[in-house]
């Protein structure tokens, strides 16, 4: 299994001090009524910061850093970085093969999906292939209906098991909003004791469509 070459340890507490300066914040108790949520797209740029907590051979780890989600016509970008902005790895996806390219160690990895990949390589799942609709606000709930998040109906849980919180909210343009901190956790039910928990935070610093 790859080492990927380690972000600076956290918690959470840091993306949450660093999300109080930049851009517009809207909590649910703020008037919304002028504010529709951005509808989700195949295409956008997403720029911000992201924290990882997961369990690897019996043992928390802790990730952070910066992230660069680029999506269009199918295709997605992840370059994932230091807190200075250093490039770590990236990762593209598209319908057929995911690619993961580590630079410091000239080392590149391919699989079929994103997920199989990660989780082979990384040590932790990136859900990908749900997370370019997700980040956006859009999911299918474990009852198999259609989600949208909004600032009043932020929570969902997948038929993977997989919960989304939308803690936060940005605008984007003068009429519209899309999420700004979003929560992500995986906890696997007690069947399947072989795969770990995850907890993915994200703080958007720029959204583009």
Same mark, same amino acid.
């Given at each position: 299994?790859?080492?990927?070459? !380690?972000?600076?340890?956290? /918690?959470?507490? $840091?993306?949450? #001090?660093?999300?109080? +300066?930049? /851009? ?8 919304? +009524?002028?504010?529709?949520? #951005?509808?989700?797209?195949? *295409?956008?740029?997403?720029?911000? !910061?992201? #924290?990882? !907590? ?8 802790? %990730?952070?850093? =910066?992230?660069?989600? *680029? ?21 593209? $996806?598209?319908? *057929?093969?995911?690619?993961? $390219? ?14 199989? %990949?990660? !989780? ?5 799942? %990136? ?7 997700? %980040?956006?606000? /859009? ?5 198999? &209906? ?13 038929? =993977? ?12 343009? @003068? *009429? ?14 007690? &069947?399947? @004791?072989?795969? #770990? ?13």
């Amino acid at each position: 299994m790859t080492s990927l070459p !380690r972000f600076t340890p956290c /918690c959470l507490a $840091v993306l949450l #001090a660093l999300a109080s +300066s930049g /851009c517009s914040m809207l909590s649910p108790d703020d008037s919304i +009524s002028a504010y529709p949520v #951005a509808a989700c797209g195949d *295409t956008f740029l997403l720029s911000g !910061r992201i #924290a990882i !907590r997961y369990q690897r051979n019996g043992k928390e780890e802790n %990730l952070h850093g =910066q992230f660069r989600w *680029t999506q269009s016509s199918g295709r997605i970008r992840i370059d994932l970085g230091t807190p200075m902005g250093t490039t770590l790895a990236s990762l593209s $996806v598209d319908p *057929t093969r995911a690619t993961l $390219v580590i630079p410091q160690r000239k080392q590149i990895d391919t699989a079929d999906t994103a997920e199989q %990949l990660t !989780r082979q390589k990384l040590g932790w799942t %990136l859900p990908a292939s749900s997370m370019q609709y997700w %980040l956006q606000g /859009c999911a299918t709930d474990d009852n198999g &209906s259609a989600f949208l998040a909004t600032p009043r109906q932020n929570e969902v849980t997948t038929a =993977q098991g997989w919960h989304i919180h939308y803690a936060d909210w940005m605008r984007v343009d @003068e *009429t519209r909003i899309r999420p700004r901190r979003i929560d992500i956790a995986y906890l696997p039910p007690e &069947s399947q @004791e072989a795969e #770990a928990e995850i907890h993915i935070h994200i703080i958007a610093d720029t959204w583009q469509d």
